[in-house]
């Protein structure tokens, strides 16, 4: 343990996305529309999570390379990589705009900042987070992000303590299953709030970042070994604080619905009590500046990769943030925006599995660090549910049915 606790972090850092504020906005509708129904979704979403995140940091250590790295260096055709590149920059756009909303959110509700002020402080305070990696090989960004993330796990989890479910009640959203199209619409966006395309595009550059290209060896194995440790806590804690949030919804279930997160916030300080409120709202500040931070790098390492183009940092922060602040201004339901943000990034996941699944199971590519085919085999099933999920929801929004 002492060989491998150093080596732990950027599993911990890349868990941050499975906690953003997109997995509040639809976990909570979730639990508060459908009680523990979907359920089932997160635990899974979590379970594909493990495997996929793990798949991605693998191909940084083996690699030496990132993802978006690898796709640029293989796509031949210069328009088809621009192409990739759109889709993969507007997953990044949609990540960045429920984050900052989130963090945007959570200013208002804590200290009734405005939300477009609210917007443009959290942009400004995750960019100062985010230039912290260039220093120090990211360690000092790395014990911060995770810092925010024990805030997150506390915030967002102490509702449950206080006001424990029925286990009985709580098993019956493991029983897989859908109430109409509503539920799958939420399925999709869980889903994408779960597995989140720019983690997988991230964790491969944070663990280049992090160990370089590790040659075959003891070393290699030391570093996969805390790799699967790495990727384990975080999707352990992630997977806890996600089931929490749609516990806690649930026992708002018959009970009007939570339109958005403002009701979400009220709710919870009449039925837990203010201080638990205030702790879901400093959570919800946390996840959104974590996971902002998190998704700037990722915006920047998919530029980088696909385009060989590398923006200052200030500016891509600039830029990024101006679609969350219009909408602001708008006064658009953030509640609303943040769900369908989520399943933008559903429809966005199999651009970034497929190649994922393709290069680690590449023998010539990983060597000794390939794939086995059960693994493989597990990556192609996980794909083909998320594929087939999204399927369902087009075809059931456009016959009505459910």
């Known amino acids: 343990m002492r060989r491998l606790l150093p080596l732990i ?17 639809s976990n909570m ?9 979907l359920l089932w979704v997160v635990v899974l979403g979590n379970l594909i999570a493990w495997l ?16 978006p790295q690898l796709i640029g260096e293989r796509i031949r055709n210069r328009w088809a990589r621009r192409a990739f590149w759109v889709q993969a920059e507007l997953v990044a756009m949609a990540t960045d705009l429920a984050e900052v909303l989130g963090g945007a959110i959570a200013l208002y509700l804590l200290f009734g900042i405005p939300l477009v002020w609210g917007g443009l402080i959290t942009g400004a305070l995750s960019l100062g987070i985010l230039a912290l990696h260039s220093r120090a090989r990211g360690k000092i960004f790395e014990r911060i992000i995770i810092g925010l993330l024990v805030v997150i796990a506390v915030g967002f989890s102490i509702g449950v303590f206080v006001n424990p479910p029925d286990p009985a009640a709580v098993a019956t959203g493991l029983i897989p299953g859908f109430d109409g ?19 997988v595009y991230a964790h491969s550059a944070l663990t280049r970042d992090r160990f370089g290209l590790v040659a075959s060896g003891p070393r290699r194995r030391d570093v996969l070994r805390a790799t699967r440790w790495d ?38 300080a009449v039925a837990l009590g203010s201080t638990i409120a205030i702790f879901f709202g400093i959570a919800l500040l946390a996840s959104g500046l974590a996971s902002t931070s998190v998704g ?33 201004a708008l006064g658009v339901n953030p509640l609303l925006v943040l769900i369908i943000s989520q399943v933008v990034l559903s429809f966005g996941i199999s651009f970034a599995l497929i190649p994922l699944i393709r290069f680690t199971r590449n023998r010539a590519l990983m060597g000794d660090g390939t794939n086995s085919r059960g693994t493989t085999a597990l990556a192609v099933v996980a794909t083909a549910l998320i594929i087939a999920l999204n399927v369902a929801l087009i075809v059931l929004s456009i016959t009505g049915m459910g």
């Open 9 to 25: 972090g950027p599993g911990l850092v890349a868990g941050v996305a499975y906690v953003d504020p997109g997995n509040v906005a």
């Open 29 to 37: 509708s979730a639990g508060a529309t459908f009680g523990f129904l």
């Open 52 to 67: 996929v995140q793990y798949l991605s940091a693998k191909l940084g250590v083996v690699t030496g390379k990132s993802l």
């Open 181 to 199: 199209v509503t539920s799958v619409l939420l399925a999709a966006s869980i889903l994408g709030a779960t597995v989140m395309p720019h983690a």
């Open 231 to 268: 990727v384990t806590i975080a999707l352990v804690v992630a997977g806890a604080v996600n089931i929490a949030i749609l516990v806690v919804g649930a026992g708002f279930q018959g009970a009007g619905g939570i339109d958005d997160i403002f009701t979400a916030y009220a709710s919870i």
């Open 296 to 328: 700037a790098y990722a915006g920047g390492e998919i530029m980088s990769g696909l385009l060989n183009i590398r923006v200052p940092l200030i500016w891509r922060r600039v830029i990024s943030i101006i679609p969350a602040i219009v909408i602001l």
